[in-house]
C-alpha cells in the first residue's frame, strides 16, 4: 500500500496587516466534499470553514479564504487543509504560520 506525501506551505504574516483574499481549487472535488483549515498552537485550537463563515464555497471545486485582519498574536502555528466526504477525512496540504509583531 502507498501513500501519497502531504503537500507543505509555509508562510508569514504580520499581526494587524491585511491578509488578502486566497482561492483553494481542488479538480477532484464534488458537490459533496465540505473543506476546513485546523489552525493550532500551544495555546489555541480553531477551525475555519464555511458553517462559521471563514471559507466561502464559490463553486463544486473551489473554496475562498476571505480578506481578513490578521489577528493571530505573534507566533507560529501549525496548519492542516481537509477535506471531508461523509465520514472521511483526508488531510491534503499542512504547514506553518508565522506571525510576526508590526
Known amino acids: 500500500m502507498s501513500c501519497e506525501l502531504i503537500k507543505e506551505y509555509d ?3 504580520i499581526a494587524g ?3 488578502f483574499a486566497k482561492d483553494f481549487k481542488i479538480d ?4 459533496d466534499w465540505d473543506l476546513e483549515f485546523n489552525i493550532s498552537s500551544q495555546k ?7 458553517e462559521n463563515g471563514k471559507l466561502e464555497r464559490v463553486d463544486n471545486q473551489t473554496w475562498k479564504i476571505k ?4 489577528s ?3 507566533a507560529i502555528y501549525d496548519f492542516t487543509m481537509t ?10 496540504l499542512k504547514g506553518r504560520i508565522t506571525v510576526k509583531s508590526k
Open 44 to 50: 489555541i485550537k480553531v477551525v475555519w470553514n464555511v
Open 83 to 92: 477535506y471531508i466526504v461523509g465520514d472521511i477525512r483526508r488531510t491534503i
Open 28 to 31: 477532484e472535488a464534488t458537490e
Open 67 to 70: 480578506e481578513y485582519i490578521e
Open 11 to 13: 508562510f508569514c504574516t
Open 72 to 74: 493571530f498574536t505573534p
Open 17 to 19: 496587516n491585511t491578509v
